[in-house]
């Protein structure tokens, strides 16, 4: 299934939102995600079935002013 | 003190988290500063990457309230995304909102400032809007369900401090009872003494302290200036004349002709 995860255009198999993290080496209470611009809570990641081409956001906490 | 929003604060000082020199720098710059507020953001994790924990481990271990802010969003459904993301991951309601409108001056785009405040206020966010100093738009963000604003006084970044008094003035006199922090723009602690004579509640500032040549020091300083200004302001300031007055007692004065 082609993904884009932060802008970065992905072949992966992978169903749920959760098996993307797992399948990037994505781990940590410190993130959040949306798709298609929405956000995804995190105990609903296991239950979020992904399309082809949707666009996923991965983020954590950064600098800010 | 200072009440904001059912919250006890201890410094009216808002600090930034951006551009120190060190993680080392920015704890000890936020320690000397005094303050109990800080700013954080999100931004793309890498996969496999760790710079969110290690920068969260740090901001945890200070110890301070976290106000998250929508920094670089520049639609609404951006900034009403990222909000919500940060509500979840920073475990507070508090969100420093900015909807950018223009490139070059970080300008806020208000109408979309406005609407995206109105669907997070009932999402029930408390929002801090970063707004310019219109009168018009301050009254269409607390209709929106706003209970505190921020006007800019300058473009982010740019250290001009205040440029408009007249409009600080003018929007502080409108609204007395809501808290009011002048966010964006102040480059020295003179700036932020000012602005807190007007009568504004507390100030927010990054680049000022953090680009300093000693970031820490610079921390201290303007800890200091926003006291002083907001001691100034409670104690009535002197309006300034035309002509001049002696100080000293003309009475009793020798004559020596």
Redesign the interface.
Known sequence: MKLIVNGKALEIDASTLAALLAALDYEGDWLATAVNSDLVHKANRADFQLSDGDRIEILSPMQGG | MFELLGTTLPSRLLL?????PSPAV?ADAVKASGTSVV???????M???????N??SL?RALGTRIL??T?GCHSV??AV??A???R???GTNWIKLEVIGNHDTLQPDVFGLVEAARILCEDGFAVFPYTTDDLVVAERLLEAGCKVLMPWCAP?GSALGPVNIAALRSIRGHFPDVPMIVDAGLGRPSHAATVMELGFDAVLL??AVAKAADPVGMARAFGKAVEAGREAFGSGILEPREVAVPSTPTFGRAVFA
């Not at chain 2, 930034?16 to 120190?20: E, F």
């Not at chain 2, 996969?47 to 924990?53: L, S, T, V």
């Open positions: 930034g988290t951006a551009q120190y920015l700013t954080v953001s999100l931004r793309r994790e996969a496999g990457g760790r710079a969110g924990e920068f969260w901001i998250p802010n920094a459904k951006e995304t990222t919500k993301m940060a979840e991951v920073f982010i990054n680049t």
